[in-house]
T-cell receptor, first 114, second 109 residues
Framework: DVKVTQSSRYLVKRTGEKVFLECVQD?????MFWYRQDPGLGLRLIYF???????EKGDIPEGYSVSREKKERFSLILESASTNQTSMYLC?????????????FGEGSRLTVL | DAKTTQPNSMESNEEEPVHLPCNHS???????IHWYRQLPSQGPEYVIH???SNVNNRMASLAIAEDRKSSTLILHRATLRDAAVYYC??????????FGTGTSLTVIP
């Protein structure tokens, strides 16, 4: 069974802390994505990666960075967490097989920044 | 960037068909149309996708307008387990997926 695993379901951090959100997929997918989900705003793309060490900015990259050192792992980093980064974070992966491949999502990480 | 527009919410009676509409008037010729649904406290899950022709799978059917500027997800017999937020999204040549705000489907017993 295909799987995208996010390291933490719930995190509580303080303003200014550095936060790491980890995502691992076991499907040998080339593409990996980080989204945040907020009420009334739907899912918004933060960053995505189409290969190891490659990354592309999405719609809302400010305040975030990412790391992809291995194909199966994609990390989202909040260098200095702020209260407006309180949100649900969703990781996803897909094959880079033309344009039709589906997205597989993790269960999400709910981050609260105090 | 191509975007999608969906109604915020819809209701359906259990065991009746449901037609969930989506407008994507700025779609490009190479964009695939995907549908996902999200159950409470879970990540979205894939439902169906298509390019030009109508598509069927075990979960649903996808009807795509001839000009591709709109599509409809069809659930043939709604069950209580189908209550979820349904997202219509476009996948572009750059492998990006553009999500809208989705339609919250309520299924009435």
């Amino acid at each position: 069974d295909v799987k995208v695993t996010q390291s933490s379901r719930y995190l509580v951090k303080r303003t200014g802390e550095k936060v790491f959100l980890e995502c691992v997929q076991d499907m040998d997918h080339e593409n990996m994505f980080w989204y945040r989900q907020d009420p009334g705003l739907g899912l918004r793309l933060i960053y995505f990666s189409y290969d190891v060490k490659m990354k592309e900015k999405g719609d809302i990259p400010e305040g975030y960075s990412v790391s992809r050192e291995k194909k199966e792992r994609f990390s989202l980093i909040l260098e200095s967490a702020s209260t407006n980064q309180t949100s649900m974070y969703l990781c996803a992966s897909s094959l880079r097989q033309g344009f039709g491949g589906e997205l597989f999502f993790g269960e999400g990480s709910r981050l609260t920044v105090l | 960037d191509a975007k999608t527009t969906q109604p915020n919410s819809m209701e359906s009676n259990e065991e009746e068909p449901v037609h969930l509409p989506c407008n994507h008037s700025t779609i490009s010729g190479t964009d695939y149309i995907h549908w996902y649904r999200q159950l409470p406290s879970q990540g979205p899950e894939y439902v169906i996708h298509g390019l030009t022709s109508n598509v069927n799978n075990r979960m649903a059917s996808l009807a795509i307008a001839e000009d591709r500027k709109s599509s409809t997800l069809i659930l043939h017999r709604a069950t209580l387990r189908d209550a979820a937020v349904y997202y219509c999204i476009l996948r572009d040549v750059g492998n990006q997926f553009y999500f809208g705000t989705g339609t919250s489907l309520t299924v009435i017993p």
